[in-house]
């Protein structure tokens, strides 16, 4: 079938390196940011949030940053593995019961 | 874990035909979600769901319409498939105010 990572940027990557993805959001009065990981064939999967209370948070090799002057977020994973191969989402949210707004997505691709 | 589950993986329906698409998650949220994704275009809200029989339109509703009979359960119906719906289908849910976990997708190809 058809891949979702067709179309979007690819970011390619030695197996080591460290991974730095970007995303830009749109709205200034977004207040909770996700990133996920969607392998081919499989539904997208969370990896890290953030609330715009904060500019940092990090995880498991994995570290989110959050610049609310000029609107970005940016997810850093550290070591890059060849199972971090994925397309990668960025997601904002307005309010809490607001919905998500979903960026289109950026294919990893780690380099053996 | 938090398990979100969708009735088919694969399915291939014709022009006219009803479909049911069927969600289950396990975690009592209350929030579910249906998702359509299409290369180049990304994830696009269809429809969701705050509670048990409540229903609320997203970006792309033409076509489609749900059912939440039960907290768990948020099924998406194409009342009359065409060849413009055949896309990834995936649905979603969450606790209030936190990140939506997701179902493996449903592709649907109709012919």
């Known amino acids: 079938g058809e891949s979702v990572g067709l179309h979007l940027p690819t970011l390619s990557v030695q197996e080591g390196d460290n991974s730095i993805i970007n995303c830009a959001y749109s709205n200034s009065a977004s207040d909770y940011f996700i990133w996920y990981k969607q392998e081919s064939g499989k539904g997208p999967q969370f990896i890290i949030d953030?609330?715009?209370?904060?500019d940092k948070r990090q995880g498991q090799r994995v570290t989110v940053l959050l610049n609310k002057t000029v609107k970005h977020l940016s997810l850093q994973i550290a070591a890059t593995q060849p199972g971090d191969s994925a397309v990668y989402f960025c997601a904002e949210r307005t309010g809490a019961n607001s919905k998500l707004t979903f960026g289109k997505g950026i294919t990893l691709s780690v380099r053996p | 874990d938090v398990k979100v589950t969708q009735s088919s993986r694969y399915l291939v329906k014709r022009t006219g035909e009803k479909v049911f698409l069927e969600c289950v998650q396990d975690?009592?949220?209350?929030?579910m979600f249906w998702y359509r994704q299409d290369p180049g275009l990304g994830l696009r809200l269809i429809y969701f769901?705050?509670?048990?029989?409540?229903?609320e339109k997203g970006d792309i509703p033409e076509g489609y319409s749900v059912s939440r009979e039960k907290k768990e359960r948020f099924s998406l119906i194409l009342e009359s498939a065409s060849t413009n719906q055949t896309s990834m289908y995936l649905c979603?849910?969450?606790?209030?105010?936190?990140?939506?976990?997701f179902g493996p997708g449903t592709r649907l190809t109709v012919t």
């Open positions: 769901s705050y509670d048990v029989k409540m229903k």
């Open positions: 953030i609330r715009s209370n904060m």
């Open positions: 975690m009592d949220h209350e929030n």
């Open positions: 979603a849910s969450s606790g209030p105010g936190r990140e939506q976990y």
